[in-house]
């Protein structure tokens, strides 16, 4: 009898697990189908987040305490100067944590892809309305 009792709660039980794994992956397939879809589109908003790395922008800035970049412009020699503060202060053989300093290079990371793009874009207009100067070298 007691038998009995034991074979029914283990099926039942290899039951719910089995039904909870599938929902679970069937809920993770959807959300990673999602995100692939959203960076096809381009949507780089400040809410949206990296592929690679999980972070948002405001989570990255948040992390190297900086101002979110406005216009597509931020202070990149600050967000520098505070990324090698903060990974100098978590140096783990310094007694620092290495999963914090993982975090502030994901967040320079994150920045750095924001604004990289536009900076260049930027970069190459202003190349344009200057006119193209190349460099003329004398030979001795």
Known sequence: MAHKFVITAFLTGSR?????FAAA???????????????KLGNTTSGGHSLSSGMTLDEACRIL????????????????E???????????????????QSKIVRAKERLEREVGPIREKAEAEAEVKE????????DR
Request: aromatic share 12%; net charge positive.
């Open 65 to 80: 305490n900086v101002k979110p970049p406005q216009g597509g412009q931020a202070n990149m020699e600050e967000v520098v």
């Open 25 to 39: 992956y069937k809920q993770a397939q959807a959300a990673s189908q999602y995100q692939r879809a959203q960076a």
């Open 131 to 138: 006119g193209f100067k190349p460099k003329v070298y004398k």
């Open 82 to 100: 505070r990324y090698k503060r903060l990974f100098d202060a978590n140096d783990p053989q310094k007694g620092g944590s290495f999963y914090l």
């Open 16 to 20: 719910i697990l089995g039904r909870s």
